[in-house]
């Protein structure tokens, strides 16, 4: 089975602007979450998204959006980027929300300047 | 709340032994183990639920001690492929739901020597 795939893996932005990312989860996987990394920290929460819902969010600004589709895929939004944005992105899947496994996906690499 | 893993990291020939700690100050509902490479995401190793329960698979184990809000993650004769950061996140609650996300830790940098 494929696992979680996101898309694009590199990106570079110029301060302001927006950026759309995208992950599709493992088939038969309902949940989407996604987190921040910054070098040297773990994951960061910033969102859960649960058959086309958002179920939960993190300390992020209202800069930062995202979305489900009916196949479960979703999008993570940014807007007004600024240079501390600059991170892996990484999206996890997971059968259902609640405590499960969560597997997570190669990430995108955003770089602001 | 962050959770407090320990060490920060550890440095062992291959073969031998090592614990990676994860403490919380909050009441943990489950606990979840990861190991990510350097350029590469984090890899799901086991999750721990509420319980105490110990899992295992091959010659890496865990174990929750919910009264001390502790997770315990044992690596037996380790192997060179075992190198990289582990990072524990936890879900706080009585309820479970996930809907907070996992909260990790800063991550135990492991390094396995030949």
């Known amino acids: 089975d494929a696992g979680v795939t996101q898309s694009p893996t590199h990106l570079i932005k110029t301060r302001g602007q927006h950026v759309t990312l995208r992950c599709s989860p493992i088939?038969?996987?309902?949940?989407v979450s996604w987190y921040q990394q910054v070098l040297g920290q773990g994951p960061q929460f910033i969102f859960q998204?649960?058959?086309?819902?958002?179920?939960g969010r993190g300390n992020f600004p209202d800069r930062f959006s995202a979305r489900q589709f009916p196949n479960y895929s979703s999008e993570l939004n940014v807007n007004a980027l600024l240079l501390g944005d600059s991170a892996l992105y990484l999206c996890?899947?997971?059968?259902?929300?609640?405590?499960?496994?969560?597997?997570f996906g190669p990430g995108t690499r955003l770089t602001v300047t | 709340q962050q959770p407090v893993q320990s060490p920060q990291a550890v440095i062992l020939r291959e073969g031998e032994d090592a614990v990676i700690n994860c403490s919380s100050s909050?009441?943990?509902?489950?606990v979840h183990w990861y190991r990510q490479k350097h350029g590469e995401a984090p890899v799901f190793l086991m999750i721990?639920?509420?319980?105490?329960e110990q899992k295992g698979h091959d010659k890496i184990s865990a174990s929750f001690n919910e009264k001390k809000q502790q997770s315990s993650l044992y690596l037996t004769a380790s192997q060179l492929s075992y190198s990289g950061t582990y990072f524990c996140?936890?879900?706080?609650?009585?309820?479970?739901?996930?809907?907070?996300?996992?909260?990790f830790g800063k991550g135990t940098h492991l390094i396995i020597q030949p």
């Open positions: 996890a899947s997971s059968r259902m929300t609640g405590s499960y496994e969560q597997y």
């Open positions: 088939s038969g996987h309902k949940s």
């Open positions: 998204y649960y058959e086309k819902e958002e179920r």
């Open positions: 909050k009441a943990l509902y489950s």
């Open positions: 721990l639920l509420k319980g105490g």
């Open positions: 996140g936890t879900e706080i609650g009585a309820g479970g739901g996930g809907a907070d996300g996992l909260t």
